[in-house]
């Protein structure tokens, strides 16, 4: 049993998943994750580290002192996998704690479980859907679940390595707006940019053309912390 937020780290940067890139916010970044995608850029978050267990007063005051003592007011939660059962109750409580104090609270979720009692109260929720080069699936009746219960409030990504990951999504993208009549939230695209790789342009363009010639039905978003800082740096 997991006693405390075991954190890997409290930052601010300008980034964000998908439709919030370029937003100021501070990011929680939980320590411990068991889902294992193959091509995953943070595997130093994966074990489940007692030591770094903090309080929550202490999570608190870090979001507190890192945005500027309360001058931004966005928190992205993430991970490691934050929606980890072990992790649930803490994240549960550091939920309640931020938005009791006005912060406007994103979690990033690995779209292999969907946690309600979570969801519910979080602003948004930044859902993965996982293509063939994570190794890992996402069951296509989460993103349902997410569209029945949290409509306007989450929007999937998916990260492009090749094109069966691309034709994957599509297939997917289909069957989902099929059923649903229509794609009521941002489905976004990023092209996969790996630890010491150099810039994938090639990657990115195709990525780019794939969604064009199929009817622009993605949005095609990167990770800009990766082009700025470098693939390998982190908390930026
Ligand atoms: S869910 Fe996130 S942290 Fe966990 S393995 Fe996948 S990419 Fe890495």
Known sequence: MIT????????RATEGEGVFLGRPQIFVRYQGCAVGCLNCDSKDTWDFTEDMGQ????????VYR????????????????????????????LVKMLKEKKYYVNIEAAGTRVVDEIFDLVDYVSFD?????????????????????????????????DLVDFNTT??????????????????????????????????????????EKNGGLFRVIGQQHKWIFGPDQKQV
């Not at 405390?4 to 930052?11: M, P, V």
């Not at 080069?133 to 996402?138: A, E, L, W």
């Not at 297939?171 to 940019?193: D, R």
Request: hydrophobic letters at 40%.
């Open 55 to 62: 309080s929550l007063e202490m999570v608190m005051e870090a």
């Open 170 to 211: 599509l297939e997917a993208f289909k069957m989902i707006s099929s059923e649903e009549k229509g794609m009521p939230f941002p489905w976004v695209l990023t092209p996969c940019f790996n630890t010491k790789e150099e810039f994938p342009l090639e990657r990115f363009t195709q990525t780019l053309s794939w969604n």
């Open 129 to 161: 859907f996982k293509t063939p080069s994570t190794g890992v699936k996402t069951p296509l009746k989460n993103i349902s679940k997410m569209i029945a219960q949290y409509p306007g409030k989450f929007q999937v990504k998916a990260v492009i390595s």
């Open 4 to 11: 405390k937020h075991l954190i890997n780290s409290i930052y």
């Open 66 to 93: 890192e945005g500027f003592n309360g001058a931004i007011k966005n928190v992205s939660i993430t991970g490691g996998d934050p929606l980890h059962p072990g992790h649930v109750p803490h994240v549960l409580a």
